[in-house]
């Protein structure tokens, strides 16, 4: 691709819009794997020093998805801090630090041994649903019971974002980790998550449209528990369903669980 620029850093390769400097990144460890396709200016990073693996997410580089200003991305991620430190939680990854580098900011979480369930870089649609080796794929074909105990992972932190007076923005598979050895499920990327009350100042916010309510895409929308309601029913339907095709021939989960998930996702917020 025209004008892109291509970093190696360690055992990785990956593109830039422009050089940039990630001399700090050496003193955390050695890089193994390099997530730079998202299109939040964010690019992450799998360290290992010493035997203990770490995930370091970066803002302030000119990433090759990003149209936005890296300042932009940077003040975000900052933002981000208090609401991971105010949201720590078992099934959440863990923020060990946070600091400032020369032209960006640094956010150093534990790492875990969990694969996304949207992994749009390697496995971009229709293969993220067909493909064996997708991580989604693999998701749909474990049994109901694993599928529902991820399920409760998800609605037990949403529980406690509720109760923090939180409200999910862009919440979507690709925020979802599956560690498939051991069945464990970990919530990443709530960076956007907002405190109570929020009102929608955007027109469409930021989010995946597979799972956002009609409110998400309304200016001036009070965005709250029913928005995180139908956000929980929308990745239900992911999870056991047909995604946007919310028939119950395409549901796994039974009848009752059914009518729990098809109410959830109302359009119509007071029917929630």
């Known amino acids: 691709m025209v004008g892109l620029e291509l ?26 794997i390099v997530f730079a396709e998202q299109d939040s200016g964010n690019v992450s990073f799998g360290i290992e020093k010493d035997g203990i693996k770490k995930f370091v ?18 003040a975000r991620l ?38 996304c369930l949207h992994p749009h870089w390697s496995f971009p649609s229709p293969h993220k649903y067909t493909h064996p080796d997708s991580p989604f794929y ?16 998800i609605v037990e932190f949403h529980l406690y974002v509720e109760k923090n007076n939180y409200v999910a923005v862009d919440f979507y598979d690709g925020s979802i980790l599956y560690d498939f050895r051991n069945n464990i499920t970990k919530i990443c990327d709530i960076d956007l998550y907002k405190k109570k009350p929020f009102v929608n100042s955007m027109g469409r916010l930021w989010g995946s449209s597979r799972f956002m309510s009609p409110e998400e895409y309304e200016l001036g929308a009070n965005i709250d528990e029913r928005t995180n309601v139908f956000n929980m029913g929308a990745i239900a339907f992911g999870l056991f369903g047909g995604e946007l095709d919310r028939s119950i021939s395409k549901w796994d989960a039974g009848e009752e669980l059914y009518q729990v998930a098809i109410k959830a996702v109302k359009l119509d917020r007071m029917e929630r």
């Open 7 to 32: 970093i190696n850093l360690d055992n990785v390769t990956f593109q830039l819009k422009e050089k940039h400097n990630f001399e700090w990144l050496t003193d955390i460890g050695e890089v193994f």
């Open 138 to 153: 693999r998701f749909k074909q474990l049994p109901i019971e694993h599928r529902l105990a991820s399920f409760k992972s």
């Open 57 to 74: 997410k970066y803002a302030g580089a000119k990433t090759k998805e990003y149209t936005g200003r890296p300042e932009d991305a940077v």
């Open 78 to 115: 900052k933002d981000s801090i208090p609401i991971y430190e105010g949201l720590q939680h078992k099934h959440l990854i863990k923020l060990l630090s946070h600091f400032e580098v020369e032209k960006g900011y640094v956010l150093v979480f534990e790492w875990f041994e969990g694969e």
